[in-house]
């Protein structure tokens, strides 16, 4: 059973154009989902329907968003923030902003535990230092007295994953959480993502534009463009053969880091012009 069903989603600027168009799509219980395309294709607005943090230029024009059976676009505002507070949780893409550089580290963990939850503060410290644990970070007591510019770039956003999975929620976005770090760091982050998942049987919509990463942390994947949902398969049909040609060629266009002598491939200029007349066909379908 889905955890997450998104059916027909559709966002738009209030004075501006289409950002999603009748995106649906399933994430079960436990899964790893992953959301891909380009830049400016609508991946990151998916997740920010999910959690309610739209920016407010933005608007939701149609569409259901159920979580754990609940759509929450019918639910009064403060019951939705309660429902996603309570069962759903970010991972951002840059720790450096996501963090408060006024605040320790503990209290940005603990707070939402005391607040949303109703823990006590002992429970809630306790719990911190168990996380901090859990993502590798030494000496976790001392930490959460720390500020955020004292850490690293990679222990800040242990720190962000560590926060996401303290309320244990049942459903985390990943919103492209190693794009700010180096490689190396990278794949320490996505080795912790990944066995944190696996431990604690969270649903995860990872948003990325790597399909290298896709094919480590993922079961299925959505390829989007322009707002459109243009491909949904499992990780191992995608990587063996592509149905769609936009899709296909996105794939060709990944860095063979393997073969360093590889020429790029960019996305060929017919494919770009004929997904865009797919939108601008299902634009004129949808809205006349």
Request: a positive charge.
């Amino acid at each position: 059973m889905s955890y997450l069903s998104i059916r027909n989603l559709s966002l738009r600027l209030k004075k501006g154009p289409a950002l999603l168009r009748r995106v649906s799509l399933e994430v079960a219980a436990g899964e790893v989902r992953g959301l891909v395309g380009e830049s400016g294709a609508g991946k990151s607005m998916i997740g920010k329907a999910v959690l309610g943090i739209l920016p407010p230029a933005v608007e939701i024009t149609g569409g259901e968003i159920f979580l754990d059976g609940v759509d929450l676009l019918r639910l009064a505002p403060r019951e939705r923030r309660r429902k996603i507070g309570a069962t759903a949780a970010l991972i951002p893409q840059d720790p450096l902003t996501a963090l408060n550089p006024s605040h320790r580290i503990g209290p940005q963990i603990t707070d939402r535990l005391v607040d949303i939850l109703g823990w006590t503060r002992a429970k809630a410290e306790a719990r911190a230092v168990e996380l901090l644990a859990e993502v590798q970070i030494a000496d976790p007591a001392r930490v959460l007295r720390q500020y955020p510019h004292e850490l690293s770039g990679g222990m800040r956003q242990r720190i962000l994953i560590a926060s996401a999975f303290a309320a244990e929620p049942r459903l985390i976005v990943a919103d492209e959480p190693t794009t700010a770090l180096d490689v190396t760091v990278q794949k320490q982050i996505l080795r912790l993502i990944a066995g944190m998942q696996a431990r604690h049987g969270t649903a995860l919509l990872f948003v990325t534009h790597d399909l290298g990463v896709v094919s480590k942390v993922c079961q299925r994947l959505s390829v989007l463009y322009s707002g459109m949902v243009v491909e949904d398969a499992t990780v191992a049909d995608f990587f063996a053969a592509p149905k769609h040609p936009y899709s296909a060629a996105l794939l060709a266009a990944t860095p063979r880091y393997t073969d360093p002598s590889a020429g790029l491939n960019p996305v060929p200029e017919a494919v770009i012009a004929a997904v865009r007349a797919e939108v601008a066909a299902f634009d004129k379908a949808h809205h006349g």
